[in-house]
């Protein structure tokens, strides 16, 4: 397992300096002048391009690029453009509230999604399955943004019942929680309905139940584990896009964390933070994909690693 941990650890290296060709290029690739911004509506010719020497934005693309990595290999993302604030200083206010939001949003979303998928599973055909599968269809079908605006109206608006926006409180995570957690509840819902009907089709399935084994034994002990490597699959993917996709839910519901800021960011042209942000996430990516990979380990013993 340790030498498999370090070769993948090591296979990130070529995977970040790919990643981090890709994000330079495409963030200077976006329209507008990020030292006009800078120097004001009112500025002068002479003042931009003293603003853009002092940003560096005169220099050639391939010596701009050199000092972007070496930067981040001394752990210096740089300085934002709007705020004039260390990047990692900016990036650090706003990272708990977002890993907070998709904590809670994907716990109650797998909750919720491995119910509703093995009570359909079991029920197959009934009307427990029917309606679980409504819900999951309905769930995917809502899209985050429309669901929290219909939230805010009915719940804030109507009801008074909790807060249009901002984070500090319980009742701050509910509608946000729910708006970005809704459509993996839905897939996870409609997957492991598919991995257990998948796994009631085995001998050992059908052997238990020839048995006599209560059918509660047969799903969470003898059917669980196994459907669990997919649906671990899953749970790590999903949980991956609740970190980089909290963009739109944030902004909604005002927010303080990285997507809002990513959204600002780009309104704003500020090329630091855009490339600090997308090169996290991508190493998110990278490292709950391995996690995933570890926990398959942990869910089914007869796996090994070398």
């Known amino acids: 397992m340790l030498n498999y941990l370090i070769r993948r650890l090591l296979g990130i290296v070529p995977v970040m300096a790919v990643i981090a060709v890709l994000v330079f290029s495409f963030v200077h690739m976006l329209p507008g002048d990020p030292a006009r911004l800078v120097a004001g509506p009112d500025a002068t010719a002479d003042d931009v391009a003293l603003v853009r020497s002092d940003l560096g934005l005169d220099k ?24 004039r604030r260390p990047v990692a200083e900016e990036i650090g206010e706003r990272l708990m509230p977002t890993v907070w939001l998709s904590v809670v949003s994907m716990v109650w979303a797998v909750i919720a999604g491995l119910l509703i998928g093995v009570l359909s599973a079991v029920k197959r055909g009934r009307w427990q ?52 957690g809704l459509t993996v509840a839905a897939v996870m819902a409609r997957f492991t309905r598919s991995a257990f009907i998948e796994i009631f089709r085995e001998d050992y399935v059908r052997t238990a139940r020839a048995k006599g084994v209560f059918e509660r034994s047969v799903v969470w002990k003898h059917t669980l584990r196994n459907a669990l490597i997919p649906v671990i699959t899953m749970v790590g993917l999903q949980f991956g896009f609740l970190l980089g996709g909290s963009i739109v839910v944030e ?56």
């Open 251 to 306: 902004t909604v519901f005002t927010w303080p964390g990285l997507g809002r800021l990513l959204v600002d960011s780009v309104s704003y042209r500020d090329y630091p933070v855009i490339q600090a942000e997308i090169l996290l996430f991508s190493i998110e990516f990278i490292l709950i994909n391995l996690a995933v990979d570890v926990l398959y380990a942990f869910a089914n013993p007869e796996i090994r690693y070398r």
């Open 129 to 180: 399955d029917y309606g679980g599968m409504i819900l999951a269809v309905s769930g995917i079908s809502f899209p985050p943004f429309w669901l929290g605006l219909l939230m805010i109206g009915v719940f804030s608006v109507d009801l008074g019942w909790l807060p249009t926006g901002g984070y500090g409180t319980w009742q701050h995570f509910v509608m946000p929680s729910i708006a970005l």
């Open 60 to 83: 050639p693309l391939h010596e701009q690029f050199l000092t972007f990595v070496g930067n981040i290999v001394q752990g210096d993302f740089g300085t934002s453009l709007k705020t």
